[in-house]
């Protein structure tokens, strides 16, 4: 049984530029006690949310926003060891080998593998 509450309140970005796409899951995180932030639909607006909003407990990205790649903010991600996942239509091919260690999710994704991706405690 999924907990109603499982992300704690955790701050979740998700970068997504088809709202339809995004919006169940949008609901799902929500639903599950994430404090969904998004969906954002392009990488200008995505950095700039990063500055701005504190404590981003993870994220939720797509690969391709508005033809641009999201791997810039990735490496930002990482560099501020904020967890994140791609949730994409890409197979793994398609993503460069510096980012698979990073799960992908086949959209419509699975927030329960999501969560459980994201909220694992690192070893």
């Known amino acids: 049984m999924i907990s109603e509450n499982l992300f704690g309140g955790r ?22 006690g994430a404090e969904v932030i998004g969906p954002i639909a392009n990488l ?12 981003i407990g993870g994220a939720v990205l797509d690969i391709n926003l508005q033809g ?23 197979d793994e091919s398609a993503v460069p080998i ?10 419509p994704v699975d927030v329960q593998q999501v969560a459980t991706a994201l909220l694992k405690t690192p070893s």
């Open 11 to 32: 701050r979740i970005l998700v970068l997504e530029d088809d709202y339809l796409v995004v919006e169940e899951m949008v609901q799902e995180l929500a639903a599950r």
């Open 44 to 55: 200008h607006k995505a950095f700039d949310t990063l500055t701005r909003v504190p404590d």
């Open 68 to 90: 641009e790649a999201v791997y810039p903010l990735a490496d930002e991600l990482v560099r501020r060891g904020i967890p994140f996942v791609f949730a994409t239509a890409y």
């Open 98 to 107: 510096a980012y698979r260690q990073h799960q992908r999710f086949t959209k």
